[in-house]
């Protein structure tokens, strides 16, 4: 042993010693021990305490009342300088998952951390329970805050990608998906989410913060509330945060409060290459993300109402902070106090102009890339076209116009007025660009841009409209609305068609400048054109009709290409892939015709083979649902993926197929059978079977071989520096472990190996699996499987337990007795329920089973073997005391042995029927006279 294990062993000792005398009867030496444990416990390091103390709390070492000290003591680690860190891989050193070979097949990647740590995800669930869980001693406030600087700083990645993964799992589901903690105002809410949220914006806070750090907004003078540094800090987090898992929900709780500031950021004008990666792009990113996932196109609208926004204002409209560049090189920008003092419209106009033009570009851009669906982008454009028009003034004014005299209007009267006149020029230019990048996709749907195009023309009647630098914009998309095919002119509003056939009018009697005369002829065409519409394509026309079906697919179309292009598009983050899972589920739920089958099963399969376990759960439960219509295809594209014939699948991806395809199964009951039944028992039984080869894997594990038999060779002719520092590395618990435990863990190791596949042959663990899933389906149906898969998965489970007793093959063993016992149960559920299978068990065949398991259950080294053995011994006597009455199906006109019955025997009925017989029992009914034709007659049967 040498002097790191000693001291290991000396510290568990030295705990247990002075936790026995603290906390013991003596009460002279009780004091003095108290205060040397608590020294003990605040000097050693949170890294030697976890296993020391994991050690002693193990039953039998110390006393109950030590124990539970031990356990609160264990429990508040978390909360010490670098607690969090050295819990988390503590968890993943010792986890029994992280010591397989194949640790990636628990869906996690793994990645060697400080001390050796592995990280799983079996071992990452239970990290998160243990840290989102406050400790007895503790408020779920002070927990919070006490680790959430730790797991903010993880969050950062300066530790490793992997640990930032891990903090985001632990924020993003552990704590802020809970209600309970993660709600606005809720105490993990403002120990996590807060601080990042401040960064960007100051004025967020559910908290009721009164510490020297707070600053308070109302100042004149102009302070730095937020620097640079933390503004960065504050993105990174966020962008690490919500890309690291498929969570819409909290997504949009985080970023709803924050998107103003996000769209400041993001289109930061003249931005420089290092204000571009540290501010631009994490925001726009964020930005893309919260666009793609709201539920209505209307969420981009405060952003175009708010295109110069730079700075939050109260509810008076009084400036509280706004975004400054420094003056350095780098392109920073910090969060100042402004001056409450307020810019009216002009000023705005005056000093920004020159971002208006650059900003409507980045916003249109943007909304190109994340509405998708034309009908959202139509939606935008309406909704802002509407609100531009809803300001009833008897004269609209230009930028020109806009005069307000600093001296003579007071701040009450810019309020209302220079606002709505910046507002309306605002929205004027961002009209002006949809209209000029989108065209076609706003002439989508006729009576759209024939209501657009009408009130256009009658709000600005008081302009030469061919002078007008929308007009040839307006005329292109009238003219792609009117030669459609599908446009009919008697379906078309009345008023709104004779609004534009008036401005069309105005238009063609213009004359003077070469852009009117161009203008004025193409109107003259287009009125001509509009006036005699329905003639020109006479009666055919009405062929174009849309229906309500009809309408409702194109509906689906684009909801379905929309799922598609979120779940396949390059580098889609998970919150979005997540969306598109929705959007295809609801259309799988509403029985659309538009899927595409075979498409969607290809991309659902591709999905189930990445590591996004949480993803993997929602693509299981879209097969399922495919399963429902379309038994055969889903079923056969998971077999295809299970199977692995081409062997080109890790273990862990096999078996998420084979969940995939237990779930399914389980979802088609009854209806599991014919083709789909005998397509699916036939893989199983072969699959689990031992005549499976794997020619690559077993070139494979032979290259292996070689590799582990070379590096022997090295370490026996001499190691270098870095198998020196490996040799040297000790796990953490080994020093504290007794004999038999280090035994134990040892045929532990020896029953991990042994599971991978030998000299090609199947993995153990795929061969369990197979016969889990061929269990579960004679359970669902075993008259759909029929009796030769049925009494095949028998004899191959008997075959299993008499011909491979081997300590690694216990989980094949144990899954090949659950299915006997699976047989057993699923035959006596059909005879109860009345149903004829046409196979059965004889009397030979649960001799001969009965055998196996009792020899099984005497001589099996596994513990659970021996336990699932008698288990089944038992459900076979019962099996055998209930095949002697008849099933409850055929014994209904039998009165209850509690009511006085007997169940009847071959050749004697001792109760035949009683119609008005009066009954005695422990419970009397009502006495009735007998009559003389129904009396019971007593008969010799010899």
């Given amino acids: 042993m040498d002097e790191a294990q000693e001291t290991r062993k000396t510290l568990v000792e030295s705990l247990v010693e002075l936790g026995n005398t603290a906390l013991g009867p003596d009460t002279a030496k009780r004091n003095g021990a108290q205060e040397q444990l608590s020294y003990l416990l605040q000097r050693t390091q949170p890294m030697a305490l976890l296993p020391a103390l994991n050690v002693a709390i193990q039953p039998g070492r110390v006393p109950e009342t030590v124990r539970v000290e031990f356990v609160s003591q264990l429990a508040m680690l978390p909360s010490r300088d670098d607690g969090v860190r050295d819990t988390l891989e503590f968890i993943f050193s010792v986890h029994p998952s992280s010591h397989q070979n194949d640790a990636a097949a628990a869906g996690w990647p793994i990645s060697p951390q400080k001390q050796g740590a592995q990280i799983t995800l079996e071992a990452l669930k239970m990290a998160t329970r243990l840290l989102a869980s406050p400790p007895a001693r503790t408020t779920a406030k002070d927990w919070f805050r006490g680790i959430a600087p730790q797991l903010l700083a993880l969050l950062d990645g300066r530790d490793g990608l992997e640990l930032a993964k891990v903090a985001a799992y632990v924020i993003g589901f552990g704590i802020l998906g809970r209600k309970s903690y993660g709600a606005p105002g809720a105490p993990g809410w403002i120990s996590f989410a807060e601080p990042m949220l401040r960064s960007i914006d100051p004025t967020l806070s559910q908290s009721a913060s009164h510490d020297d750090s707070t600053i308070d907004l109302r100042k004149n003078a102009t302070a730095v509330l937020v620097p640079e540094n933390k503004i960065i800090e504050g993105l990174r987090r966020l ?10 929900g909290l997504t949009r709780r985080l970023l709803h409060p924050i998107i103003l500031p996000l ?4 289109s930061w004008t003249n931005a ?24 209505s196109p209307d969420k981009a609208m405060p952003i175009v109402r708010n295109l110069l926004f730079n700075g939050s204002r109260d509810s008076g409209k009084q400036p509280q902070w706004q975004f400054q560049a420094a003056d350095d090189k780098q392109g920073s920008i910090y969060i100042v106090s402004a001056p409450g003092v307020f810019h009216h419209a002009g000023d705005i106009l005056q000093t920004r102009f020159n971002d208006i033009g650059p900003k409507s570009e980045t916003l249109v851009d943007l909304l190109a890339e994340v509405l998708t669906d034309d009908d959202d982008i139509s939606s935008v454009f309406l909704d802002l076209f509407n609100r531009w028009l809803s300001a009833k003034k008897p004269k609209r004014k230009t930028a020109k116009e806009i005069v307000i005299p600093k001296q003579e209007v007071d701040n009450e009267q810019i309020s209302e007025y220079g606002s709505d006149a910046l507002d309306d020029i605002l929205e004027g230019i961002i009209l002006q660009k949809l209209m000029e990048k989108f065209p076609e996709k706003l002439a989508g749907r006729p009576d759209h841009i024939l209501e657009l195009v009408g009130g256009l023309f009658s709000q600005l009647d008081e ?14 998309l009238l003219n792609l609305v009117i030669t459609s095919p599908g446009f009919q002119r008697a379906k078309a509003d009345g008023a709104t068609l004779q609004l534009i056939e008036e401005g069309l009018a105005r238009i063609g009697t213009a004359s003077g400048t070469e852009m009117a005369e161009e203008s004025a002829k193409t109107a003259k065409n287009l009125l001509l054109f509009l006036k005699f519409r329905d003639e020109i394509e006479g009666p055919m026309s009405t062929q174009s009709n849309i229906t309500a079906s009809s309408q409702q697919q194109i509906e689906d179309r684009k909801t379905y290409a929309l ?18 899972l929705n959007l295809c589920q609801g259309l799988i739920l509403s029985n659309s015709s538009v899927l595409d089958i075979p498409a969607l099963l290809i991309m659902m399969s591709s999905m189930l083979n990445e590591n996004e376990d949480y993803i993997n759960l929602r693509v299981i439960k879209i097969f399922t649902l495919l399963a429902n219509k379309h038994p055969k295809s889903t079923t056969k594209e998971l077999l295809d993926h299970y199977i692995d014939s081409s062997e080109t699948k890790r273990v862990d991806t096999r078996l998420r197929f084979g969940e995939a395809l237990l779930q399914v199964v389980q979802r088609l009951g009854a209806i599991f059978a014919g083709e789909t039944a005998q397509q699916v028992g036939q893989a199983l039984l072969e699959t689990a079977s031992r005549r499976g080869f794997r020619p690559k894997s077993e070139a494979k594990q032979a290259r292996e071989q070689r590799m582990r038999d070379l590096k022997a060779k090295r370490k026996q002719l001499g190691a270098d520096d870095n198998d020196e520092a490996e040799e040297q590395h000790i796990d953490i618990e080994d020093a504290l472990l007794t004999d038999e435990e280090r035994k134990r863990n040892e045929i532990l190791n020896t029953i991990v190996q042994g599971w991978g596949s030998k000299q090609g042959s199947e993995d153990v663990r795929i061969r369990a699996s197979a016969l889990s899933i ?16 049925a009494s095949g998965a028998v004899d191959l489970s008997l075959h299993i337990l008499t011909m491979e007793p081997e300590l690694e093959k216990g989980i094949l063993r144990r899954a090949a007795i659950v299915l006997i016992l ?18 059965g068990l004889t009397s030979q065949s649960q001799e001969d089973i009965l055998r196996i398991l009792q020899y099984v259950a005497g001589a099996d080294e596994d513990g659970l073997v021996k336990q699932h053995a008698l288990d089944v011994i038992e459900s076979l006597d019962n099996w055998q005391l209930a095949s002697l009455f008849p099933p409850a ?7 209850p042995a509690a009511l006085g019955g007997l169940p009847s025997l071959a050749g004697l009925s001792l109760n035949p029927a009683r119609v008005g017989t009066a009954v005695t029992g422990p419970t009397p009914l009502a006495s009735q006279e007998i009559p003389a034709t129904t009396r019971p007659r007593i008969e010799e049967v010899e």
């Avoid at 962008?239 to 819409?248: A, D, E, G, R, V």
């Avoid at 769209?263 to 993001?266: F, G, K, M, V």
């Avoid at 302009?463 to 292109?476: F, I, K, M, N, R």
């Avoid at 699976?822 to 196979?839: C, H, I, T």
């Fill in 239 to 248: 962008q690490t945060l919500i890309l690291s898992h498929p969570n819409p």
């Fill in 263 to 266: 769209w400041a950021l993001s």
């Fill in 272 to 295: 420089s290459k290092s204000c571009e990666e540290n501010y631009s792009l994490p925001a726009r990113n964020l930005l893309k993300v919260y666009l793609k996932i709201s539920s």
């Fill in 463 to 476: 302009t030469p409209l061919a002078e007008d630098e929308t007009a040839p914009v307006l005329l292109s």
């Fill in 563 to 580: 799922a598609i292009a979120y779940i396949t598009q390059a580098g889609s983050p998970p919150p979005v892939r997540s969306e598109g």
């Fill in 774 to 789: 061929m269990a579960t389906c004679i359970e669902v149906n075993i008259a759909g499987l029929g009796a030769n898969l």
């Fill in 822 to 839: 699976s047989f057993v149960r699923a035959l006596y559920e059909a005879r109860e329920a009345g149903r004829r299978l046409g196979f």
């Fill in 889 to 895: 199906s055929e014994s209904t006109g039998m009165l």
